[in-house]
């Protein structure tokens, strides 16, 4: 039961571009939703969130768009940077500090 | 401040035998969340464990069991290892109905089973 997809294993993009990376779930009780990023031999790092209430949330160089009609969510990374090559993963939880349910993730290229 | 530490970084196990991962919390988190990391795939919840007891479990068999220690410190047992046990496990450390939804991981543990 993969209650958050991750469509595209991976993603090219071109230094100082956008980068947009998306993410689709079926769980409906899911109250919030957070982007990590993840470089080998490192645990994943947390990004940014969003609660499902909101449908958007910005930090920086990221923001989060969550669309619940659709149930669907993206992060836009603007400007790309090589440093961004990662995997990223999208993740959904409910009540702060409940087990989160991850995506597969997907592999991110930032191109110089 | 340290954040979440686990040991060891690798391992390397046979089919049959035993294993036990550890993960020590971020300072002041007091719940500690187990994930599996199969190649190619995002973290899956094991389990989580909060004032020393299991809070939460997933889809996981008996041979996974876990314990927290009173300092928050956590172990993972992995029992009858099979050869689809090898993962990344990865610790992760937060608070229960904390202000903020993220929890903190560690740098994960890699096992190897032959």
């Known amino acids: 039961d993969q209650q958050v997809k991750q469509n595209s294993p991976s993603l090219s993009v071109q230094e100082g571009r956008i980068s947009i990376l998306n993410c689709d779930y079926t769980n409906s009780m899911f109250d919030y939703f957070l982007w990590y990023k993840k470089y080998p031999a490192e645990g994943p790092t947390f990004l940014i969130s969003i609660s499902s209430i909101k449908d958007k949330n910005e930090d920086g160089r990221f923001t989060v768009f969550l669309n619940k009609s659709a149930k669907h969510l993206s992060l836009h990374i603007v400007p790309s940077q090589p440093g961004d090559s990662a995997v990223y993963f999208c993740a959904g939880g409910t009540e702060y500090g409940n087990k989160l349910v991850f995506g597969a993730g997907t592999i991110l290229r930032v191109k110089s | 401040d340290a954040g979440v530490t686990q040991s060891p970084t690798h391992l390397i196990k046979t089919r049959g035998q035993q294993v036990t991962l550890r993960c020590s919390p971020k300072?002041?988190?007091?719940?500690v969340s187990w994930y599996q990391q199969a190649l190619g795939q995002g973290p899956q919840f094991i389990f989580q464990?909060?004032?020393?007891?299991?809070?939460q479990r997933g889809n996981f068999p008996d041979r996974f069991s876990g314990h927290q220690f009173p300092n928050y410190s956590s172990e993972l047992n992995v029992n009858a290892l099979l050869l689809g046990d090898s993962a990344l496990y990865l610790c992760?450390?937060?608070?229960?109905?904390?202000?903020?939804?993220?929890?903190?991981f560690g740098p994960g543990t890699r096992l190897t089973v032959l």
């Open positions: 300072s002041g988190h007091d719940t």
């Open positions: 464990y909060y004032e020393e007891e299991e809070r």
């Open positions: 992760a450390s937060s608070l229960v109905r904390g202000h903020y939804p993220e929890q903190f």
